[in-house]
Structure formats: structure tokens, C-alpha cells
């Protein structure tokens, strides 16, 4: 499969290229030259199917020949091995946890199948790959344990000093091997300048194969489209209308769910729900797109000023505002609003929540309102411990840690301090 740029400034180019790349020449992200809706049959025979035969139907198209059958195969078994299941939360409302895998946030998914592909590409290269990335928080931990020994593939995430919650810290900072942690002395702001800076520098690129893990790689965009099906196969069951409520960010995650609609699943609406971010919310009602500087929330992986992805879901509805309409409604609540939901979801239906997921929660209440016939399913994009203070103090009890933090929790943090740019490349160079 070949993939074009955004920007239309730059050649197209494979799978594997863009996986390398991160993003094209011209800066603009890789979209798929085409995709081939799945057949009616593969839909209808969706409940008797295992997820790895779902997700490798599902994904072969973008992938081509570039990777064999069989390794494909075992890339998928190897990502997809903890479960995603929709828990039923009211009589039309369920959640669809994805934090069953090893960090406890749906960004494993896409982690571990980019960090799979890129082992798989630079197999037999001389020259190693450095992926940079900058976190907040969540990104960080699951782009560390998913590239983890990856063999030609060293990975340095930098992270703000003091600014991720200490679960966060040591999840990124306690691997070793390939991983390196660079604790800037700065915000993430700062963080993801460097980053940026790091891409556009000759004297870097001449000597190292940079990339990026965020979501703007198709390695790491596309896989997170296969638990809309594995939770669309759970709905099926209930004979309503299904429609998907998402916490959005970068809107990486609500764009492959869309990716699944465009292969045919049949689910006509998105909701896209988000904190006082609400870049999108904003366009979606004047029609205006007004990148702003991010607020800080409680629900940190989503205070995002510019969302990177939005630009590929404009694409995929040919840039027509009643088109987007028509399949997305997006809402913005605030830090109580959050936390109201928190309180009513852990009282009223015994659920505890992460902020995330209180507010896509939220957005599918707005969204399901006066329509009794659609099922509705919230995404749950991470473990509520990773938010420990303010899911304790909002439900007012203690929670479990689970045994994949505690063990984490009692490892040794190593990091690098910076605080330059300058210290940055001096790095990476050395
Ligand atoms: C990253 C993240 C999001 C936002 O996902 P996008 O794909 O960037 O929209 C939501 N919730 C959690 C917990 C996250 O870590």
C-alpha cells in the first residue's frame, strides 16, 4: 500500500517509508492511497470470529505485501495479548476498557504494533533508528515498554520535570536497555519544541534515521482500529443503532475508529468529547478552525491546543462541514463537569472512571439524550489509578494499585536531566 502526504508536496511512498519517516518531506502527516471497504460477509460473520483474525483482516490492506503474512500474523497475536471488553454500565450505555494491557492506556496498542513494524523493517540494517518523542504523561510509558528491546531501535522520550504523575515517571523511567529518559527542566510545551527542532536540524538528520512515535505515524495511528470492531462484534448482540463516544485529544483514536466506519462497519456516528480544549467543538459550530495554546485539566492527555489528526478526518469527509455533521458531534465539559460524572458513574452504576473517561461519558449522555434506540459505547482510555489523586479524592476512596504499577513503583528511576536544546543534540550526536 502507498501512502500519500497530506501537504500533496512530496512523493508518495510505501508503508514501510512512512513508518520510517514519521511524517513526509513536505511536513504534512501520510494518509493511505485508498481504502477498500471489507465485504458484508466479513461483517456479518464478525461474532464467530477471534480478534487476531478480525485485526489481521482489517489491517492487511494498509500493509500490502511489506511485511509477510505470517509475521504479520505474530505481530498482532504479540500486540493484541490482554482483552478489550465492553462492560455494560446502564441499560444503552457501556465502556469499552482498553487498559488491560501492560501500562494501563489504550496508547499500548499502537505502541506495540509500531514498535513491532519499525523491529521488523530495520531487521539486518547497520544504521540504528532513534524514535523521539515527547509526553505529558501517557504516551511516554507505552512507547517505552512497546519498543523495549526492539533490536536497531533506540528510543528517547523526554518528559517534564515534575509535570508527570509519579506512575507515569517511573513507567517511563525504569526499562532501560534501548530506552532513555530525558527529564527536561521545562514544560511539555518545551519538551515537544525540542522535538520539533530536532526534525528540521541538518546537522542531526545527516547522521541519525530520526522518527517519531506519536500518532501521527501510521504505524501507530491505524492499529488502534481494531478495538472498535472487537467492541462493535460485543454490541452486535443488543440489535440497536451503535454509535461511539471518544475522549479526544490529538484525535489519533476517534480518527481509526472512523477508518473502521470507512471499511465498512457500520456505525454512522462519532462523538468526540473533550475537555475545555475544544478546538473542534468550536469548529464544528462556526465552521472556524482556531488552533489556540493548551489549558492544563485534569484530564492531562487531552489538553491539546492543535489536535495533529483532525486534519485527516477533514480528508476523510472531503473537508464538508455538513458532512463532518452528519457523522461527529463533539462536546467540551469542564474539570467539574468532569468530576460530577466521576462521582455519578461511581454512585449510581458502581464504576470507577478516569477523567477520560468521564468525559467521553459525558459527550455520549449529551449525544444519547431523546434517542432511545441507539446503543452507546464510551471509550475508557485509562486505568483510573494513573490518575490516582483526583479519582481518590473525587470518589473519595481509596483504590487497588494493580500488579503491573506496584511492580514498576519499587524499580530505580534513571533519567537524564536537561535543559537546552543544545544538551538535547549534544545527546544524540554523542
Ligand atoms: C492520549 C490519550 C487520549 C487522547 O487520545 P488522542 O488519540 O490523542 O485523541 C485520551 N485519553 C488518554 C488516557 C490518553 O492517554
Redesign the pocket.
Known amino acids: 500500500m502507498n501512502y500519500y502526504s497530506l501537504n500533496k508536496k512530496a512523493p508518495n511512498t510505501s508503508f514501510k517509508d512512512a513508518v520510517i519517516r514519521g511524517i513526509a518531506p513536505d511536513r504534512g502527516l501520510y494518509f493511505p492511497e485508498k481504502i477498500n471497504p471489507l465485504t458484508n460477509e466479513f461483517f456479518s460473520i464478525l461474532d464467530s470470529l477471534d480478534n487476531n483474525e478480525i485485526a489481521y483482516t482489517a489491517i492487511k490492506q494498509f500493509i500490502g505485501d511489506e511485511i509477510p503474512t505470517e509475521k504479520l500474523k505474530e505481530i498482532i497475536k504479540e500486540v493484541l495479548d490482554f482483552n478489550f471488553p465492553v462492560v455494560p454500565i446502564e441499560e444503552n450505555i457501556g465502556t469499552l476498557e482498553l487498559?488491560h494491557g501492560p501500562t494501563m492506556?489504550?496508547?499500548d496498542v499502537g505502541a506495540r504494533f509500531m514498535a513491532r513494524c519499525l523491529g521488523y523493517f530495520s531487521e539486518g540494517n547497520t544504521n540504528e533508528i532513534t524514535v523521539l518523542v515527547a509526553t505529558s504523561?501517557?504516551?511516554g510509558g507505552?512507547v517505552a515498554n512497546g519498543f523495549l528491546g526492539v533490536k536497531g531501535v533506540n528510543v528517547v522520550i523526554l518528559y517534564p520535570s515534575g509535570k508527570v504523575s509519579e506512575i507515569q515517571e517511573k513507567q517511563l523511567t525504569t526499562l532501560g536497555k534501548n530506552i532513555t529518559a530525558l527529564e527536561v527542566n521545562g514544560t511539555f510545551d518545551d519538551c515537544q519544541a525540542m522535538v520539533k527542532k530536532s526534525f528540521l536540524d541538518e546537522d542531526l538528520l545527516k547522521n541519525m534515521q530520526l522518527t517519531s512515535a506519536?500518532?501521527i505515524n501510521v504505524a501507530r495511528?491505524l492499529p488502534?482500529l481494531f478495538y472498535f470492531l472487537f467492541a462493535y462484534k460485543q454490541a452486535l448482540a443488543k440489535g440497536k443503532e451503535i454509535v461511539f463516544s471518544?475522549?479526544?485529544?490529538?484525535?489519533?483514536?476517534?480518527?481509526?475508529g472512523i477508518i473502521a466506519q470507512q471499511l465498512g462497519m457500520p456505525v454512522k456516528h462519532f462523538i468526540?468529547a473533550t475537555n475545555v480544549n475544544d478546538v473542534v467543538p468550536k469548529f464544528m459550530q462556526t465552521g472556524k478552525y482556531e488552533p489556540k495554546p493548551s489549558k492544563t485539566t485534569i484530564?492531562n492527555?487531552?489538553d491539546?491546543g492543535n489536535?495533529?489528526?483532525f486534519i485527516r478526518i477533514q480528508h476523510i469527509y472531503q473537508n464538508d462541514l455538513n458532512i463532518i455533521r452528519q457523522n461527529i458531534s463533539s462536546y467540551s465539559f469542564s474539570d467539574v463537569e468532569t468530576k460530577t460524572a466521576m462521582k455519578e458513574l461511581y454512585e449510581n452504576s458502581d464504576y470507577i472512571a478516569?477523567?477520560?473517561?468521564a468525559i467521553?461519558y459525558l459527550g455520549l449522555k449529551k449525544y444519547l439524550k431523546d434517542k432511545p434506540n441507539t446503543y452507546g459505547i464510551f471509550?475508557e482510555?485509562?486505568h483510573p489509578v494513573?490518575?490516582l489523586g483526583v479519582v481518590e479524592e473525587t470518589i473519595n476512596r481509596k483504590l487497588t494499585i494493580p500488579s503491573q504499577i506496584e511492580k514498576v513503583m519499587h524499580k530505580e528511576k534513571k533519567s537524564i536531566k536537561i535543559s537546552t536544546y543544545l544538551e538535547l543534540k549534544e545527546y544524540l550526536l554523542k
Open positions: 487498559f492506556a489504550f496508547k504523561g501517557d504516551t507505552a506519536n500518532s495511528w488502534q471518544i475522549p479526544s485529544g490529538n484525535f489519533g483514536n476517534i480518527c481509526a468526540a484530564s492527555a487531552m491539546v489536535p495533529s489528526n478516569d477523567p477520560h473517561g467521553s471509550l482510555t485509562a494513573k490518575f
